[in-house]
């Protein structure tokens, strides 16, 4: 085939030149080699493509049709190689990511933001979807990346750390108070977190099972739990004083520094997690994607 294509490249710049000469200059070949070329071409079709003329050659009934298509088939190669190479220098190219709506709007925004300044021509797609949803369809080859909480171990995905999170509780510093009114004889925070209306995402959260697992290793019963899928809701709550929120502390960093909010105290911290994005390890990354890591590789935040 790649022989054939050679032959056929050869025929339509003849024909477009109409000179076997200016046909050669263009190719960097030899008359000869081009003359033989073209009558290799001719034995194989079984037709007489050109006639000679006084002025170079002419194409015949046969060869004109012929060159209807050989034209089309090269101006589409020609532009797509001219796509190719306009997608190179602008960085153009589409990225597909999958990621919970919280670490979303708290980090992955942020990280776009700096991303298609540099790079505006990339268009990106967002799921925003559980994070064992991410990784079901980055397993399956359905996204290209994915943003989201490093498990403990996978061996199909490969992941590239990005943060380091630490989950903590806040409220107000007037419900603090109000809640010790309530409940005097608790003077241990334990027993103060575990009487308080505390407030988590909900049980399919990562970041739920997590505290979860925190409360179970130190034998902590929580009563009275709201549970809400938003955890941009768990910080307003906290805010106007509803009880105590289970939180990420870079999220809150604001409301900590102000005193809007503050953390409330427990005896003991709670194991940090990896924020990664991740992709499938026999993925095959386009430019745009390859751009992308390297600019959040560049920007992470711990080392």
């Given amino acids: 085939m790649e022989q054939t294509l050679s032959l056929y490249k050869i025929f339509n710049t003849v024909a477009?030149?109409?000179?076997?000469?200016?046909?050669?200059?263009?190719?960097?070949?030899?008359?000869?080699a081009i003359s033989k070329s073209i009558s290799h071409l001719e034995e194989q079709l079984g037709v007489?493509?050109?006639?000679?003329?006084?002025?170079?050659?002419?194409?015949t009934p046969e060869g004109q049709v012929l060159y209807e298509h050989t034209k089309s088939a090269?101006?589409?190669?020609?532009?797509?190689?001219?796509?190719?190479?306009?997608?190179?220098?602008?960085?153009?190219?589409?990225?597909?990511i999958g990621v919970t709506t919280t670490l979303c709007k708290f980090i992955l925004i942020p990280i776009l933001k700096g991303f298609l300044q540099k790079y505006p021509h990339v268009k990106i797609t967002i799921d925003c979807q559980s994070t064992a949803e991410t990784i079901s369809l980055l397993e399956n080859g359905q996204l290209d990346l994915g943003l989201l909480i490093t498990p403990s171990s996978n061996k199909t995905l490969s992941f590239y750390p990005y943060a380091?999170?630490?989950?903590?509780?806040?409220?107000?510093?007037?419900?603090?108070?109000?809640?010790?009114?309530?409940?005097?004889?608790?003077?241990?925070?334990?027993?103060?977190?575990?009487?308080s209306h505390l407030m988590m995402l909900d049980k399919s959260n990562v970041t739920r099972q997590h505290l979860d697992h925190y409360f179970?290793?130190?034998?902590?019963?929580?009563?009275?739990?709201?549970?809400?899928?938003?955890?941009?809701?768990?910080?307003?709550?906290?805010?106007?004083?509803?009880?105590?929120?289970?939180?990420?502390k870079e999220f809150v960093t604001k409301e900590l520094e102000t005193g809007e909010l503050m953390e409330f105290p427990i005896p003991f911290s709670i194991p940090k997690r990896i924020v990664s994005f991740a992709h499938h390890k026999s993925a095959t990354n386009s430019t745009a994607v390859q751009n992308f890591l390297s600019f959040i590789t560049e920007k992470k935040t711990f080392e």
């Fill in 16 to 32: 477009k030149t109409g000179n076997i000469s200016h046909a050669g200059k263009e190719l960097y070949i030899s008359q000869p």
């Fill in 48 to 59: 007489i493509l050109f006639i000679r003329t006084s002025r170079g050659v002419k194409l």
């Fill in 74 to 96: 090269f101006d589409t190669i020609y532009q797509g190689e001219e796509r190719l190479r306009k997608m190179q220098e602008l960085g153009m190219g589409e990225i597909h």
């Fill in 164 to 195: 380091e999170i630490e989950d903590i509780f806040v409220c107000t510093n007037t419900y603090l108070n109000h809640l010790k009114e309530r409940f005097p004889d608790k003077e241990r925070e334990i027993d103060l977190l575990s009487a």
């Fill in 216 to 248: 179970d290793s130190l034998s902590i019963e929580t009563k009275a739990i709201l549970e809400v899928t938003d955890m941009e809701l768990l910080i307003d709550f906290a805010k106007i004083g509803m009880g105590i929120s289970g939180v990420v």
